[in-house]
T-cell receptor, first 116, second 107 residues
Framework: GAVVSQHPSRVICKSGTSVKIECRSL??????MFWYRQFPKQSLMLMAT?????????EQGVEKDKFLINHASLTLSTLTVTSAHPEDSSFYIC????????????FGPGTRLTVT | ELKVEQNPLFLSMQEGKNYTIYCNYS?????LYWYRQDPGKSLESLFV?????AVKQEGRLMASLDTKARLSTLHITAAVHDLSATYFC???????FGAGTRLTVKP
């Protein structure tokens, strides 16, 4: 099946620094990717929808200046957490749709961010 | 705003028993996903239901969709310990998830 990768799988950073998370579709071109955040023992919260070549659509309450999303190619979307704070510590998961397989949604393995 | 409600949120069952997880949603969407998540892991796709009346089965799990009632069910038959995980439903159109059902299967 289709594979979506994320890098890094784990990252620890200090308060005030920025961290970039990459999401790649490995064997298909993803025109749309989604970014989620998941706190312990909670559900996934959709942060934004990323469309190749255009600005991301952010969900209500998600700060677009803090969570920068770039979808510069059909196989890569990045999420940059700027000026990270301990409350940004979470599990970040991306997903991608394969336009050749209608409605199939593939999830990356997730990135665990810890801000100290 | 779309709401996706799952129940129960917690389910403890004995091996060999049957049970059903329910997913209600508030829009007119006719497409729904079911996922499994193990602790510390990402999501594993179980089923994609794309029309009213859709029924899919894989092993001990069977999912169905009733778009008129805006209800999907995930039925577990003769549960085994390996099924212990958190199960999520999500509406395809905008990828909003239910709260999840944490299933524990005890010997």
């Amino acid at each position: 099946g289709a594979v979506v990768s994320q890098h890094p799988s784990r990252v620890i950073c200090k308060s005030g620094t920025s961290v970039k998370i990459e999401c790649r579709s490995l064997d298909f071109q993803a025109t749309t990717m989604f970014w989620y955040r998941q706190f312990p023992k909670q559900s996934l919260m959709l942060m934004a929808t990323s469309n190749e070549g255009s600005k991301a659509t952010y969900e209500q309450g998600v700060e677009k200046d803090k969570f920068l999303i770039n979808h510069a190619s059909l196989t890569l979307s990045t999420l940059t957490v700027t000026s990270a704070h301990p409350e940004d510590s979470s599990f970040y998961i991306c997903s991608a749709r394969d336009p050749g397989r209608t409605y199939e949604q593939y999830f990356g393995p997730g990135t665990r961010l810890t801000v100290t | 705003e779309l709401k996706v409600e799952q129940n129960p949120l917690f389910l403890s069952m004995q091996e060999g028993k049957n049970y059903t997880i329910y997913c209600n949603y508030s829009t007119t969407s006719d497409r729904l996903y079911w996922y499994r998540q193990d602790p510390g892991k990402s999501l594993e796709s179980l089923f994609v239901l794309l029309s009213n009346g859709a029924v899919k089965q894989e092993g001990r799990l069977m999912a169905s969709l009733d778009t008129k009632a805006r209800l999907s069910t995930l039925h577990i038959t003769a549960a085994v310990h390996d099924l212990s995980a958190t199960y999520f439903c999500a509406v395809v159109d905008d990828m909003r998830f239910g709260a999840g059902t944490r299933l524990t299967v005890k010997p």
